[in-house]
């Protein structure tokens, strides 16, 4: 019967929430079945559905200069700033949704750099734009330039593929030829070929320099050269009902243009730079955006902005580019800070038209430095994050099993998917650097470098969260902000309602070297679970323990070298410790980290240091306490605490050992913040990597599969002694090298080699092992001749050696004249090198006695007088 197996921490890596979204290119099909982005060097392919990473494109050490999507999905297009351009084919498994990529080709298009692309509404021609105003049209599938057109030396900033319809002349006579061949000047109408075919393919193309030129695909040839901006053309749309143009300039303008005599319908200063534009609603509607921050609408025929008047936003809210197709139930927007915002578009018929636009869902890009981190809720099924910005960024960590609403959607109005952005807590001037929340998860206190502190209130029934209160009278910025975790009594209004019955105080700490009290930079506080403590970690290199109702200092814990990061009090529950000098009760024990890259475990009886944990090899930044074992388990699972560190690491301690019982490691920088899932024992942690890892607990799993693996290798070694003890030479060797018990396998072969009644014609002494050696697998063979290695080199074992290689080499002829081969030319070389080694001592005993029959050279040299 197998023994008990001791329980070994274990966490491994569950769930990851990584940047998506750097800047740049960014592109979606028609299906909504794969969004495509930017991600430095790389490219990432992501499942808007539900979130899930569909794949990830390597760079080549540059960085990408554009990207796109055919509307079809059926390709992606890289380019890089290495000048190549890399044509991927994707395919959808109709068996489960997977997707296969392909490379299928490998172009290096234009002697300059691409900065723009566009695939046509088929998806089947791409045309490219250089940095010295070149384009050209490509035939996706071929592969091959079908149309090469130069414009101004310039860079292209805007490229738009539309069709217009053939019209034919009254008679059906085709129009005169135009005697001026090539561009007409802008207002001119070339009719030539608008009756040779039912449909023209055009493309419009906007410069650096505000030029916009439309190409005519048919005759090669620019129809149209409409020169009215004076910076650059950023965004270029077309609507065939309307048979306009828009085009949207840095020059702070917006032009409708006619298609059919390219005069100028309409121009509109907008008193902002225009990023990005075009037409909705059929073209009734044109949106624009730029670095107001906000989607605007427009009347296509009168020109006039329908959306009301709003306050510039800061300058993270830019919009730098969009997308939006007549496919697309949403526009795409994205905003300088990297979050991705969608639009419903409005209809000019909605009376909502005119309202401000705001987006019905973001997808952030990269959360960039994880500074901060916490559950909220009752139930932790959203997490909030502290971004280095001056929000807090509310996400889903609702696992995808555990969702009850079919078909919800990052796109649609569903429950939200894991990882997915649900909200913003929106009211700070400067960056959020902490935050802390109640015993019920409803309220989140927030600190920021603004020098304020703020309440909000988390309603998950609306998906509302507002700011409840503001706290301000620090002269610097609040680092540190502690809630009671108290739960209060079950017949108070308090418990009954704590959505509606804010926390009865907060306390903040500050680099303005107060909680009201002069020391050093405060950069953490933390409340007791009782909530008649709180504890305040300093630069000074101390603790302080302070009564919440008195406001007076209990205690000073000091032992640490450098600034103190993080404290947090032991959770109610928690069994007594046991410390150097005997047990310390659970109550009475609080975690710090520090600078000096240790770990420290305190007493508050006497505000003695009971343990140091020491293994991090640069700063503590964060300490946490995971949950306190059930009581009928306290004997089997320990106490552990958890550290998070600048050297990337997170790392799991026993309480009472003070060793480290696991490592763990999927951070590319700094970690900044730890969380608890107070039901699952889930371990986050967040980064400066722009990451948030979930580290599930696997515990119980690593015990209950050691326990398995122990059950199977005492039933392997039974079946082992069977087969030894029933002769069955095949198992037995077999298992004996599967199991490496070389012990054994020498015994076995000793009896075989010395058998009393060997088998006529056998070579070991048994037939049977002769005809297992004869069908071992390769890791089998190496497995034994390593065996044979060490039993050759003992005169006692050496026979048997022998006589099993002798087999083997028997066994496998082509093994034999291998090693015959390599043992003649070592021979050889050998022999070589002897010979060498003898003709360098001739040598030497040559200039030996050559320096003997030499002259000396000490002669002495007397000088006379002439």
């Given at each position: 019967m197998a023994t008990k197996q001791p329980l070994k921490t274990t966490f491994d890596v569950g769930r990851v929430i990584g940047p998506l979204f750097t800047g740049g290119s960014f592109a979606i099909d028609n299906g909504i079945s794969i969004l495509a982005t930017t991600l430095g060097e790389d490219v990432v392919l992501t499942n808007p559905s539900n979130g899930e990473n569909i794949a990830k494109i390597e760079g080549d050490g540059e960085l990408v200069s554009t990207m796109t999507l055919t509307p079809s999905g059926s390709h992606l297009i890289v380019c890089s700033r290495s000048l190549s351009m890399k044509i991927y084919a994707i395919q959808k498994s109709e068996d489960d949704g997977s997707f296969e990529l392909t490379l299928v080709r490998t172009v290096k298009p234009h002697s300059t750099p691409i900065v723009v692309l566009a695939v046509d509404r088929t998806s089947t021609l791409l045309a490219t734009g250089g940095t010295d105003g070149v384009i050209k049209v490509w035939d996706i599938a071929g592969g091959y330039v079908t149309h090469t057109f130069r414009g101004p030396s310039v860079l292209v900033s805007a490229l738009r593929f539309f069709e217009v319809a053939g019209r034919a002349d009254v008679g059906g006579k085709k129009g005169k030829k135009s005697k001026k061949q090539g561009a007409p000047a802008a207002g001119d109408q070339d009719e030539?070929?608008?009756?040779?075919?039912?449909?023209?393919?055009?493309?419009?193309?906007?410069?650096?320099?505000?030029?916009?030129?439309?190409?005519?695909?048919?005759?090669?040839?620019?129809i149209a050269n409409l020169d009215s901006h004076v910076a650059d053309v950023q965004a270029i749309d077309f609507s065939p009902t309307q048979q306009a143009l828009v085009s949207a300039s840095r020059d702070k303008t917006l032009i409708w243009w006619d298609t059919r005599s390219w005069k100028i319908r309409k121009i509109v200063p907008c008193l902002e730079m225009v990023e990005t534009a075009g037409f909705i609603d059929d073209g009734r509607l044109t949106y624009s955006g730029g670095e107001r921050g906000y989607l605007r609408i427009w009347d296509t025929e009168l020109g006039r902005e329908l959306t009301s008047q709003q306050d510039t936003r800061g300058e993270s809210d830019a919009l730098v580019g969009s997308i939006y197709r007549p496919d697309l139930p949403f526009i795409v927007c994205a905003q300088m800070d990297h979050t991705l915002a969608l639009y419903h578009p409005p209809s000019k018929d909605d009376t909502t038209a005119s309202a401000a636009q705001e987006p019905f869902r973001r997808i952030s890009g990269t959360h960039d430095d994880i500074i901060d981190l916490a559950y909220l809720t009752p139930q932790r099924n959203v997490m909030a994050l502290a971004t280095n910005a001056e929000e807090i960024r509310i996400v889903s960590t609702v696992e995808p099993e555990s969702l009850t609403t079919p078909g919800s959607s990052w796109l649609s109005g569903g429950?939200?998917?894991?990882?997915?952005?649900?909200?913003?807590?929106?009211?700070?001037?400067?960056?959020?650097?902490?935050?802390?929340?109640?015993?019920?998860?409803?309220?989140?206190?927030?600190?920021?470098?603004?020098?304020?502190?703020?309440?909000?209130?988390?309603?998950?029934?609306?998906?509302?969260?507002?700011?409840?209160?503001?706290?301000?009278?620090?002269?610097?910025?609040?680092?540190?902000?502690?809630?009671?975790?108290?739960?209060?009594?079950?017949?108070?209004?308090?418990?009954?309602?704590?959505?509606?019955?804010?926390?009865?105080?907060?306390?903040?700490?500050?680099?303005?070297?107060?909680?009201?009290?002069?020391?050093?930079?405060?950069?953490?506080?933390d409340m007791h679970p009782m909530g008649h403590l709180f504890a305040s970690a300093s630069q000074d290199k101390t603790v302080k323990i302070w009564s919440v109702e008195e406001g007076e200092v209990q205690g000073i814990l000091r032992g640490h070298k450098r600034g103190v990061w993080s404290v947090r009090f032991a959770p109610s529950g928690l069994p007594a410790l046991q410390g150097e000098e005997g047990s310390v009760a659970g109550k009475g024990v609080v975690l710090t980290g520090s600078g000096d890259k240790t770990v420290k475990l305190w007493n508050l009886a006497d505000y003695s240091c009971i343990r140091t944990f020491e293994g991090h090899s640069n700063?503590?930044?964060?300490?946490?306490?995971?949950?306190?074992?059930?009581?009928?388990?306290?004997?089997?699972?320990?106490?552990?605490?958890?550290?998070?560190?600048?050297?990337?690491?997170?790392?799991?301690?026993?309480?009472?050992?003070?060793?480290?019982?696991?490592?763990?490691?999927?951070?590319?920088?700094?970690?900044?913040?730890?969380?608890v899932h107070p039901g699952t024992n889930t371990l986050v942690s967040g980064s400066g990597d722009s990451t948030v890892?979930?580290?599930?607990?696997?515990?119980?799993?690593?015990?209950?599969?050691?326990?398995?693996a122990a059950q199977h290798l005492i039933e392997q070694e039974q079946e082992l002694e069977?087969?030894?003890?029933?002769?069955?030479?095949?198992?037995?060797?077999?298992?004996a090298l599967q199991l490496n018990h070389p012990g054994r396998l020498l015994h076995l072969f000793t009896r075989v080699v010395t058998t009393d009644k060997p088998d006529a014609g056998s070579l070991s002494g048994v037939a049977a092992v002769d005809q297992v050696l004869a069908s071992l697998s390769d890791e089998q063979i190496f497995l034994l001749l390593l065996r044979l290695r060490d039993w050759n080199a003992n005169a006692r074992t050496a026979p048997v050696a022998q006589r099993i290689l002798s087999t083997l080499m028997r066994s496998y002829p082509a093994l034999k004249e291998v090693l015959h081969a390599l043992r003649v030319y070592t021979e050889r070389h050998y022999k070589r090198m002897e010979e060498l080694v003898d003709e360098s001592y001739l040598v030497e005993y040559t200039l030996q006695e050559m320096d003997d029959l030499a002259p000396s050279m000490d002669v002495e040299v007397v000088m006379t007088d002439a």
């Open positions: 030539e070929d608008d009756s040779d075919a039912t449909v023209n393919f055009r493309l419009a193309t906007g410069f650096q320099d505000g030029k916009v030129r439309v190409w005519d695909l048919h005759r090669r040839s620019c429950v939200a998917t894991f990882g997915q952005d649900v909200g913003l807590l929106k009211g700070h001037d400067d960056i959020v650097i902490t935050l802390d929340t109640d015993w019920s998860g409803y309220w989140v206190a927030t600190g920021a470098k603004d020098n304020s502190a703020r309440l909000w209130k988390v309603d998950p029934s609306t998906d509302t969260y507002e700011c409840y209160a503001v706290f301000t009278g620090h002269a610097e910025s609040v680092g540190a902000v502690g809630l009671p975790k108290t739960i209060p009594q079950e017949t108070s209004q308090a418990f009954k309602d704590p959505l509606n019955t804010p926390p009865p105080y907060l306390i903040t700490g500050s680099q303005d070297q107060t909680i009201k009290n002069p020391r050093k930079d405060i950069n953490a506080v700063s503590v930044l964060k300490v946490a306490w995971l949950n306190v074992p059930a009581k009928e388990e306290q004997q089997h699972r320990p106490i552990l605490v958890a550290s998070a560190g600048g050297d990337g690491l997170v790392k799991v301690w026993n309480a009472n050992t003070g060793e480290a019982e696991c490592t763990l490691d999927n951070h590319e920088d700094r970690v900044w913040a730890l969380a890892t979930f580290w599930r607990d696997t515990s119980t799993e690593s015990r209950a599969a050691a326990t398995q069977n087969h030894i003890h029933a002769g069955s030479y095949r198992e037995a060797i077999t298992l």
